[in-house]
């Protein structure tokens, strides 16, 4: 049960929005392309890494919004295979940021029962990184509530990549009939295995691209993208995320509703008149 009051506030700005939404048609999983940090520490005549710095308290914002309206699942996307290129002192403090969030927020993940997890290649970071991630994932391994995955070290072709191994894999040692293989069975061997495909895929500061990002979870999720540079992205930009979202009609290569009753009536009218010819 959602409580309003936690999410928005009776009176506050956010609470028009959070009314405006069918609370039973929230998309279960939401994935999330932070984008604009660098820019966003431009405009301000700072540098890039306090822009990551302000992204992560957007972060600790969307993941208690997002928990509080009960989603099933939130991934965010924070360092992909690509952000290697990255200056180093770059790469370093986002890793930094990284390790902070986590050592400040695994006990209130675990209290809200948050269940963390990794996508991607954790193998790839470092010890320390993968140390502070390891006391998430402990600290909420027997959480039930809303799943909240970060993406490190993450590629969408590389994890399908990954996937096709591991079934070649089962396939050579003789687990696995490659006949059988069919696309619930490559679900099964991506990072995201367990989860729901995401519904809505929000990007903020504007640019209109995928970026190698879920490539085979997003096949049918609905695109936001918004304006606001990641860390200004609060509580009021995940609900509007979430009436855009729900204007959207869904149809998974299929007609609309509408168009099916239409075609319906059509055929029975045709079915008609042939009886009569
Ligand atoms: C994109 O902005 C953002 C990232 C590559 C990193 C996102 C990381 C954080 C928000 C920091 C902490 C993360 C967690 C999970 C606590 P950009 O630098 O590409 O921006 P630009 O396109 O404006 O240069």
Redesign the pocket.
């Known amino acids: 049960m959602i409580d309003k009051n936690l999410v928005a506030p009776t009176g506050s700005p956010d609470r028009a929005l959070l009314d405006a939404l069918d609370l039973a048609r929230l998309p279960r999983h939401v994935a999330v392309?932070?984008?604009?940090?660098?820019?966003?520490?431009?405009q301000r005549h700072l540098p890039?890494v306090e822009?990551?710095?302000?992204?992560?308290a957007?972060?600790?914002d969307t993941v208690e919004t997002a928990a509080r309206l009960g989603l099933d699942a939130l991934t965010?996307?924070?360092?992909?295979t690509e952000?290697w290129k990255?200056p180093q002192a770059?790469v370093s403090t986002?890793f930094t940021?990284?390790k902070?969030?986590?050592r400040k927020?695994f006990r209130t993940l675990a209290e809200n029962d948050i269940r963390f997890r990794v996508v991607g290649r954790p193998e790839g970071l470092d010890a320390s990184v993968r140390s502070a991630l390891g006391l998430a994932l402990e600290a909420t391994a027997n959480c039930k509530g809303m799943v909240f995955s970060?993406a490190?070290n993450y590629s969408g072709r590389a994890e399908i990549t990954d996937a096709a191994r591991s079934l070649a894999k089962e396939a050579a040692a003789g687990r696995l009939d490659p006949g059988t293989i069919d696309e619930a069975a490559v679900a099964r061997h991506l990072y995201t295995a367990g989860l729901p495909d995401p519904d809505l895929l929000i990007r903020t500061?504007g640019?209109l691209r995928i970026s190698n990002f879920l490539l085979w979870q997003i096949a049918y999720a609905e695109i936001h993208v918004t304006p606001v540079?990641?860390?200004d992205f609060r509580c009021r930009h995940l609900l509007e995320a979430l009436v855009d979202y729900q204007r959207r009609e869904r149809r998974y290569g299929g007609v609309s509703e509408a168009d099916e009753t239409a075609a319906a009536a059509a055929g029975a009218s045709n079915a008609r008149t042939a009886l009569e010819a």
């Open positions: 392309i932070m984008d604009g940090n660098g820019r966003w520490a431009k890039r822009g990551h710095r302000a992204g992560a957007a972060v600790r965010l996307y924070a360092f992909s952000n990255r770059e986002l940021l990284l902070e969030y986590l927020e970060v490190l500061s640019e540079l990641w860390p």
